[in-house]
Every structure is written in C-alpha cells, then in structure tokens.
C-alpha cells in the first residue's frame, strides 16, 4: 500500500538557519503529495501542495518539490523563524484514492 | 466562520464509559474523515464517509462507531472505554482529491 516516511526527528535549530525536513514516498501510479504543520494545541493546517511530478508547492517560504525519480518531496525554509515551532507531516493521497496517508511527524524547535 | 468544528475539545472520562464526539463542517465538502494522532503524533485514519456513506474502515475495534445524519456532520461515538483509547481525534473534510481541513482536535483522556 502507500506510505510515506520521513526524516527522523526531533529538529532543534537557530533563528535564521536553514531548514530541510526529508520525506520519501512508496505509491502506485501519481499520487499528490502534501505537507501540513500543527502548531501547539491546534489541528493541522495545509502548508504546501503538489500534485504532478516536477512541480513545486510553495507557502511563507516553504517549498517542496515533487521528484519522482528518488520519490522524495522534501521540504526546506531558507530561513527559519520561531514562529515556525510546530510539527511538520508529510502526506500522500494516492490517485484515485479518498484517503490521504501520513507520515509521521517531526517536530521543529526554532530557538531564538 | 469555522470551517471545521468539533466538540468537545477536551473529554476526560472513565474506563467502560461510553461517550461521542461531534464534528460539523460548512465547506459544503462531500467527504468527512476520522483521525487518530497518539501520543507521538503518529496520524492513523479511523473511517471515512463520502456524502454519509462508509467508505474508509480502517481496523478499528467495534467499540467504535461513526455516524453521519448528513455529509455536513460526522459524529463518533466509543463503547466501552479503554485507557488505550486515549488520543486527539482530529475530523476533516474534503471534495475529492483535494486538500483536507481539519478540526482542532479533541483530546481524550481515559482515567
């Protein structure tokens, strides 16, 4: 079935540094691929998208790129601030299907 | 304005009770969506119902039970409590193939 796996976390990282956060995919055909972030007692809220392959999903500078070929969609911020504290969940949604698979989430401290 | 909303947010409450919790969505969206995040925020779909029909069971146990009156609101409902049970339950809605948006949780505690 489809999965996805991320980077192993927890991320500890200074204001301004920057940010890769890995996520690898396992999918049949050309499923569309999210990131979402949860900050602290809140529910999840889409942060970037991407649904073909090359295409780059891109919010408050975060950016994603769908990469077929190594089945990755990492995400990266050239610059990071403590406001972006907050997990970070990779996810797919394979095509055809109604339900959108996660990975597990990895969390990211921005200290200042 | 919420998108969203589920009550209770907070839900403490004994083993072998039985207890619901609510979620309404006023996007219009034709499926509605049950989330399980444990304590180390892994997220694991429950159930799925797509204009209040079933179609997602994931392996839940039967205590569990998802009811939807109409494609706005998806309740559930858990027999029988048990400290395992303990988690957020997050609901979400979507049209589909698009994103979802998700409620703010309801976090149970089972005592």
């Known amino acids: 079935g489809n999965s996805v796996t991320r980077m192993e976390g927890p991320v500890t990282l200074s204001e301004e540094a920057f940010l890769t956060i890995n996520c690898t995919y396992t999918?049949?055909?050309?499923?569309?691929l999210f990131w979402y972030v949860q900050y602290p007692g809140e529910g999840l809220q889409l942060l970037l998208k991407?649904?073909?392959?090359?295409d780059k999903g891109s919010n408050k500078g975060f950016e994603a790129t769908y990469r077929k070929e190594t089945t990755s969609f990492h995400l990266e911020k050239g610059s990071v601030q403590v406001s972006d504290s907050a997990v970070y969940f990779c996810a797919l949604s394979g095509s055809g299907s109604e339900k959108l698979v996660f990975g597990k989430g990895t969390k990211l401290t921005v200290n200042p | 304005d919420t998108a969203v909303s589920q009550t209770p947010k907070y839900l403490v409450t004994q083993m072998g009770n039985d207890k619901s919790i609510k979620c309404e969505q006023n996007l219009g969206h034709d499926t509605m969506y049950w989330y399980k995040q444990d304590s180390k925020k892994f997220l694991k779909i429950m159930f799925s119902y797509n204009n209040k029909e079933l179609i997602i069971n994931e392996t839940v146990p039967n205590r569990f039970s998802p009811k939807s009156p109409d494609k706005a609101h998806l309740n559930l409902h858990i027999n029988s409590l048990e400290l395992g049970d303990s988690a957020v339950y997050f609901c979400?809605?979507?049209?589909?193939?698009?994103?979802?948006?998700f409620g703010s949780g309801t976090r149970l505690t089972v005592v």
């Open positions: 979400a809605s979507s049209q589909v193939g698009d994103y979802y948006t």
């Open positions: 991407a649904t073909k392959a090359d």
């Open positions: 999918a049949t055909g050309y499923p569309s």
